[in-house]
């Protein structure tokens, strides 16, 4: 696997991942009205653009292809962070949560936040997120 910063070109295969992974992954914890509110198949490709470039955002790659994406913003907020349907339980979202609070600590951020979904919970809980926040370790 191969983690690498996002670039434009990025944009609408970030958008189709998150639709899918959602209407897949998450749908053992939400109700279809749920989904469909969370992940409407219409994405504004121009602010999801700003909003990555304005982040520090990262892809994940296994031969070529993309399989998961995250982005922080400079305050710690982990806002995204998606893995690739087929490719759940691999290690990919640990690696990019590790590679972006890396990041933010490295510009000075010592606290991490983000809110999770049912389904992420236990993701985030076994990453030392608590309820409210992760302290980074410096």
Same mark, same amino acid.
């Given at each position: 696997?191969?983690?690498?910063? =996002?670039?434009?070109?990025?944009?609408?295969?970030?958008?189709?991942?998150? =639709?899918?992974?959602?209407?897949?992954v998450?749908?053992?914890?939400?109700?279809?009205?749920?989904l469909?509110?969370?992940?409407?198949?219409?994405?504004?490709l121009?602010?999801?653009?700003?909003?990555?470039l304005?982040?520090?955002?990262?892809?994940?790659?296994?031969?070529?292809?993309?399989?998961g994406?995250?982005?922080?913003?400079h305050?710690?907020?982990?806002?995204?962070? =998606?893995?690739?349907?087929d490719?759940?339980?691999?290690?990919?979202?640990?690696?990019?949560v590790?590679?972006?609070?890396?990041?933010?600590?490295k510009? /000075?951020?010592s606290?991490?936040?983000? =809110?999770?979904?049912?389904?992420?919970?236990?993701?985030?809980?076994?990453? /030392?997120?608590?309820?409210r926040?992760?302290v980074g370790?410096?």
């Amino acid at each position: 696997m191969v983690i690498r910063k =996002y670039t434009p070109g990025d944009c609408a295969v970030l958008a189709r991942l998150f =639709y899918d992974t959602v209407h897949t992954v998450n749908a053992a914890d939400y109700t279809e009205k749920q989904l469909n509110a969370w992940a409407t198949g219409i994405v504004d490709l121009e602010a999801w653009n700003n909003s990555f470039l304005s982040h520090n955002t990262l892809v994940a790659e296994e031969n070529g292809e993309i399989v998961g994406f995250a982005d922080m913003d400079h305050n710690g907020y982990l806002d995204r962070l =998606y893995v690739h349907k087929d490719h759940q339980r691999r290690g990919i979202a640990t690696a990019l949560v590790k590679e972006l609070e890396l990041l933010a600590q490295k510009a /000075g951020v010592s606290r991490f936040e983000t =809110y999770a979904s049912i389904t992420a919970k236990p993701f985030f809980e076994k990453q /030392g997120y608590s309820k409210r926040h992760r302290v980074g370790q410096l």
